[in-house]
């Protein structure tokens, strides 16, 4: 039987600034009838670049160099554009991310998915009748209302049933995810991957799974492809390469992703990130060989070729290499403890956020929007205090609250002692930080390094001449684990880690006695992502520092905090120790929540058999 | 749909009445107050002195300020703008026969703008990344150093004057029967179907409307162009392209749609721009419009005509800028549900 | 945390800072900053040694030699090398001399319309609220009436002068500053950097003028650049209809509306002013497009 879509030592290669640049190289995999294949790598590996290379959509300046992509039989890079064209959508189908701009927002979901059916050769008199059977079939209720309606009147969980019914309404022989759930509650993903699985079958469709989650891809994949900066550098069946990794990074990327179950050790991190396309010139070999524990140099100059370490399982590494990367056990780690006796450094009592819009005639009615419906709880000092939910539940508001960015419209706020009075924002408590999610927007462009660290050095009580702020910026850098070099520079020429740890450093620079980090980690890769946790663990250690960690994803939660706050809709429906929460949850949205995530170990099945739709609806 | 329409509608009208009794006032003032002797702009030269008593009685010019305006607001909302100086007419007779002319010039110059500007942004959009769109670029910023009045000047020498293909004077040639109808000689003419007279009027609408148009057209072009550049980075874009949709087909179906809005809303912002052109443009083609009008009334000092070009200049602005918001609502969907 | 690698190689990235001196010279290489540049410039210089550079007076009437031709058509004179207007004054004089009216009310308005319009926007897009209403309204206000319409109402107030011409422009071009930077600095009030500033006990005025003015900087340069071309055609505009500067003073509007009445019998009357007035706003035109796109990272050609 031949395969559905094979790759032949592919290589894509770049012109930048006049030097050519090897941006995928020597990738080979193959994909049979119904089989699901999943590619697995952080951002920047080119995971998404394998997609674009069977969609024909290149950026300019990249080509393929080298290699043999077919299809059904047929060779893929021969083809025209418009051939091409005419197999995309009927033939070979992709299922983009970030569902809700993924369609245009100015015509209904009916006129797109119309044109779409006009596309792939249907005439147009059936185009109603069949679209309100697919939407069905995905689960998408009130199928013939929705064709009227507009993306931004969907959610995104609904937007991508309507993409994957388009995905798969015209009997694809391939489908291509591209992070389909990426963008996606906890829930919705365990939705939509179960959702994707049953028409893969239903129509017996070849599935390429790309995904950042490791854990995702086990569960949901055949096989497993795993991509480190161009380079395809293990691929085998799911089980052996998640339960028995081969290559060094593998093994690291697995043991770097916190776990939901089992002892708490401490993540190990390893140094520096992966290259970007700037640096990819100098690293011929491999190009994973300078973080790697063995630093052999022939792994510096060679590429070596795969190497079978098991039925349908290669990986590109040398034999004398495969014990590097046995990560060692982290220690134990011991739940950040909390200064007895001392007051609450916060305590919330009945508190509500709320906003007003003009709704109605002439904007004449006015409605109220409950951000935080009643608020009650209090965190210790010295404690890590997590704060968990989907977006929308209210979390970051009181994240906002805590710091003084919001003011309650009613019920009590206090910080160490003191009172926040209800009225207008009056921003003097520097001793409460926070750390912003997103830091690109967190970060002012214009600011060197060195003047962002040393910012709340330029006016109060903590004034200090610029001549002498330079040694308290470089204390900063070494607390945040920044390399020395960096404080000349913008914030435009640092990695996404690097600009997280000048925001935390930022706000450190204030000695506040609390933090708010607020969803912080998150969009960061799995590396990165643990010298973060380490970095904050590290500080509440060191400093006593009391912190509040907002976040959706439960294993990094479980990671840092003791304690931890489930919130839902504005409410906190469940609270206690982390532990007990995770092991015995009590709320029901608690348990689907814990129900929704994929499971550390590969072998529970997943996505587990949910509530059908209407009960997940009367939660929210 | 239509309730957020009607909430539209009502609160453009509700901000507008307080807009057009401000901006009265801040003309009034500028026009009464601010000169030495506002009584000589207010009589012909050879007034006599009864004369100007009896013009301070009526305008109240002995008495403040805001009794002045109170007493010009009365007048004006019964209908009496005052008395041109120069023209001894009633100006409220002088703008009615001047106001369809100017509207008529108006439309006919945004639609030739959008002929103009539609294609020329589709072509600028397509000829990125060649050398051609530097050359277009270059073209549409010297367009865009050219104002209208100057597009005007070479229009009525080369079209009108050198080559003699169009006239360049008037609405139609004299003595041409100006029906009583609308005003707007291309509906009348071709309600009562007198062709001949209609293709008249039309000719010596081009040249000054082109002028307009040429004017406007750069505006409009770069915006269309700069928002096809910003959707075709767009995600919904490159989704379609992964669907199979051709390059022309996601503009015309998708792109186009998209860059509606932005171009909407430039027009609406600079619809003024356009309108203003109209002072000068009138003039140079001795057009009977109310920018002619004014201009006319500045040589003459005449202050009861320009006060009353100027309100009229002001509502029709905002009667354009309310369209411009309904068609707003009605083409962005994420407006429609108030 | 340290690794073997030094961290510089690692960090390269294609862009470099965007300090004021990078900012200069993508800027220098970009052909609009030169070229428009460069005609600012041949201006500049004609408006301040207009005397030494003008052949004649520009005021003085050679009754004998009425619209005579430029000196390369037949009939001209080398004394007079662009021609002469109906009183027989030098037209290339004229010209010159009117670069010096158009360039200082250009400039000094352009001054006056930033300084009042980013004010204003920096207060309204900051602030929000009621003072964002009021402002915001007055601007709705101002511009409903055609720019033009406006200035022209101002002048038959205001009275001729130079001085008057200034601040009419002003008082009618604050508006379109205003809205725009307004747009821009809400947008940036909306970052979290601004936010941070708050949490670290950074005042409104400190937060205005370190985190958002110079993030709103290029855009107003830009629009700076391009009022002065706006101005010098609103002065040409005014003394067309003869509301700008006093009769005796060289402006090129009111060469052209003066040589509009000999059109027929000498159109190089009224082609030679328009020429320098096209030149002289495309000068500015082009310096500020080219200032826009250098100064603006999302609009530089981006490498991959």
């Not at chain 1, 993409?163 to 309404?169: D, E």
């Not at chain 1, 052999?296 to 990367?325: F, K, N, Q, Y």
């Not at chain 1, 919130?567 to 995770?582: K, L, N, R, W």
């Not at chain 3, 009769?247 to 020429?275: D, E, F, T």
């Amino acid at each position: 039987m031949t395969d559905v879509l094979s790759f032949d030592n592919v290589t894509v290669t770049a012109r930048m600034s006049g030097r050519r640049i090897d941006v995928l190289r020597d990738i080979s995999f193959s994909l049979g009838q119904g089989d699901i294949v999943g590619l697995v790598g952080e951002s920047g590996a080119g995971k998404s670049m394998i997609g674009r290379v069977i969609s024909g959509l290149l950026p300019d300046n990249f080509s393929v160099s080298a290699g043999k992509v077919s299809f059904d039989g047929k060779n893929l890079l021969a083809l025209g554009k418009s051939e091409r064209r005419a197999l995309l959508g009927r033939r070979i189908a992709f299922i983009p991310q970030e569902p809700l701009s993924a369609l245009n927002p100015v015509r209904t979901i009916g006129s797109q998915f119309s044109e779409h059916l006009r596309h792939i050769g249907i005439e147009r008199s059936r185009h109603r009748a069949l679209m309100i059977e697919r939407l069905t079939q995905v689960q998408l209720r009130n199928a013939e209302e929705a064709l009227q309606r507009f993306p931004h009147e969907l959610s995104g969980g609904q937007c991508q049933r309507v993409l994957i019914a388009m995905a798969f309404a015209g009997e694809p022989a391939l489908v291509v995810a591209d992070e389909p759930t990426t963008a996606l509650d906890v829930m919705t993903q365990a939705h939509i991957v179960r959702l994707i699985a049953e028409q893969q079958k239903q129509h017996g469709t070849a599935l390429l799974f790309i995904t950042h989650d490791l854990r995702l891809a086990g569960h949901v994949c055949r096989n497993v492809g795993v991509m480190y900066a161009g380079d395809m550098v293990e691929f085998g069946p799911a089980a052996s390469v998640l339960k028995a990794p081969s290559h060094p990074y593998t093994k690291s990327l697995l043991a770097a992703i916190p776990e939901l179950t089992g002892p708490r050790r401490v993540l190990p991190a390893l140094a520096d990130h992966m290259p970007g396309l700037g640096t990819f010139a100098g690293l011929g070999g491999c190009r994973f060989s300078p973080r790697c524990a063995t630093k052999d140099p022939s792994c510096i100059a060679t590429r070596l070729p795969p190497r079978m370490v098991g039925a349908g399982h290669w990986v590109r590494c040398a034999e004398r290499c495969e014990a590097a990367g046995n990560a060692q056990l982290g220690d134990l780690i011991s739940l950040p403890a909390s200064v007895a006796d001392a007051p609450a450094a916060v305590a919330f009592d009945k508190v509500r956020l709320s906003y007003h819009a003009s709704r109605g005639f002439l904007g004449l009615r006015r409605s109220r929007f409950d951000a935080v419906k009643s608020a009650t709880f209090s965190v210790q000092e010295g404690e890590i205090l997590g704060i968990v939910g989907e977006s929308g539940s209210g979390k970051t508001s009181i994240g906002r609250l805590i710091v003084g960015l919001e003011r309650p419209s009613a019920g009590m706020i206090r910080i160490h002692g003191q009172e926040r009075t209800t009225g207008a924002v009056h921003l003097t408590h520097r001793d409460t930080q926070l750390i912003f999610q997103d830091p690109q927007s967190a970060l002012n462009p214009r600011r060197s390094v060195m003047r962002l660290l040393t910012q709340a050095l330029e006016v109060g009580e903590s004034y200090v001449p610029e001549s002498e702020r330079r040694p308290v910026a470089e204390a900063l850098l070494r607390d945040t684990g920044l390399p020395p070099d960096c404080l000349e520079r913008f914030s435009s020429q640092l990695s996404g880690g690097q600009r997280q740890r000048v925001n935390i450093g930022r706000a450190l620079g204030a000695k506040p006695k609390l933090i708010v980090a607020d969803e912080i980690v998150s969009g960061l890769d799995v590396s990165v992502q643990a010298h973060i946790l380490n970095c904050l663990l590290d500080l509440n250690r060191k400093h006593r520092l009391t912190m509040v960690f907002i976040s959706h994803d439960l294993a990094v939660v479980r990671y840092l905090c003791s304690r931890i706050l489930m919130m839902h809709a504005g409410e906190i429906v469940e609270e206690g120790p982390t532990e007990a929460v995770f092991s015995n949850p009590q709320h029901p949205y608690t348990k689907a929540l814990l129900d929704a995530v994929p499971p550390d170990n590969a072998d529970r099945p997943w996505p587990p058999v949910l509530a059908t739709d209407s009960a997940m609806s009367a939660l929210r | 749909m239509f309730k957020s329409l009607i909430n539209v509608a009502a609160r453009r009208l509700a901000g507008a009445i307080p807009t057009v009794l401000l901006l009265s006032m801040v003309v009034f003032i500028v026009l009464r107050a601010l000169p030495a002797d506002p009584l000589a702009l207010l009589l012909p030269p050879n007034a006599t002195q009864a004369d100007a008593e009896a013009v301070r009685k009526a305008l109240g010019l002995d008495r403040s300020i805001v009794i002045q305006y109170l007493i010009w607001l009365r007048d004006a909302l019964s209908g009496d703008l005052g008395n041109s100086i120069a023209f001894r007419e009633p100006v409220t007779r002088l703008l009615a026969n001047s106001l369809p002319a100017t509207l008529e010039l108006s439309f006919v110059g945004l639609g030739l703008a959008l002929l103009i500007s539609i294609p020329g942004g589709l072509l600028l959009y397509g000829a990125r990344g060649t050398i051609l769109e530097n050359i277009l670029d270059v073209l549409v910023v010297c367009m865009l150093s050219i104002p209208s009045f100057l597009w005007a000047i070479f229009l009525l020498l080369g079209f009108g004057v050198m080559l003699g293909w169009l006239p360049f004077s008037g609405r139609v040639e004299s003595g041409i029967v100006i029906p009583d109808g609308t005003g707007f000689l291309l509906i009348d003419y071709l309600v009562t179907m007198q062709w001949g007279y209609w293709q008249n009027a039309l000719s010596h609408l081009i040249l000054p409307a082109m002028a307009l148009a040429l004017g406007f057209s750069p505006l409009v072009i770069r915006v269309l162009r700069s928002s096809l550049l910003e959707s075709s980075d767009d995600h919904y874009v490159t989704v379609a392209r992964q669907r199979g949709l051709s390059e022309r087909q996601i503009i015309l179906a998708h792109m186009l749609r998209n860059s509606v809005l932005p171009t909407i809303t430039l027009i609406g912002a600079q619809f003024g721009f356009l309108f203003g052109g109209t002072l000068l443009v009138e003039t140079i083609f001795s057009y009977p419009g109310i920018g002619n009008l004014m201009v006319q009334a500045v040589r003459n000092h005449d202050l009861p005509v320009i006060q009353g070009v100027a309100l009229v200049f002001c509502v029709t602005t905002l009667a354009i800028n309310t369209v411009v918001d309904i068609l707003y609502v009605v083409l962005n969907p994420k407006l429609r549900r108030a | 945390m340290s690794s073997s690698i030094p961290s510089s190689a690692a960090l390269k990235r294609e862009r470099p800072p965007s300090a004021t001196a990078e900012a200069l010279r993508q800027a220098i290489r970009s052909p609009r900053v030169v070229i428009g540049g460069a005609i600012v410039l041949a201006m500049v210089i004609c408006a301040v040694f207009a005397p030494q550079i003008a052949p004649n007076d520009p005021a003085e009437q050679d009754l004998l030699n009425m619209l005579l031709p430029p000196m390369w058509a037949e009939g001209g004179s080398i004394d007079y090398p662009f021609g002469t207007d109906s009183l027989g004054r030098c037209i290339l004089s004229q010209m010159i001399f009117g670069a010096r009216v158009a360039l200082f009310v250009g400039f000094v308005a352009a001054i006056g319309a930033t300084l009042l319009g980013t004010t204003l926007a920096l207060i309204s897009g900051y602030f929000g609220g009621w003072i964002d209403r009021v402002i915001s309204h007055l601007v709705d206000l101002w511009m409903s009436l055609p720019p033009v319409v406006l200035s022209v109402t101002l002048m038959v107030g205001f009275g001729t002068g130079v001085g008057n011409v200034i601040l009419s422009i002003v008082l009618v071009d604050w508006t379109r500053f205003c809205r725009v930077v307004r747009s821009e600095v809400m947008v940036v009030a909306r970052k979290d950097f601004v936010s941070a500033a708050k949490l670290l006990g950074f005042g409104n005025v400190r937060i205005i003028l370190r985190e958002i003015l110079p993030s709103v900087a290029p855009l107003i340069i830009t629009l700076f650049t391009l009022q002065v071309g706006i101005g010098i055609i609103v002065e040409a505009i005014l003394s067309f209809v003869g509301l700008s500067v006093p009769a005796g003073v060289p402006a090129w509007g009111q060469m052209i509306a003066q040589a509009r009445n000999y059109m027929y019998q000498a159109p190089w009357g009224i082609i030679l002013p328009i020429i320098a007035m096209f030149i002289t706003v495309l000068g500015f035109n082009l310096l500020g497009e080219g200032l826009r796109v250098t100064l603006d990272p999302r609009l530089r050609k981006r490498n991959i």
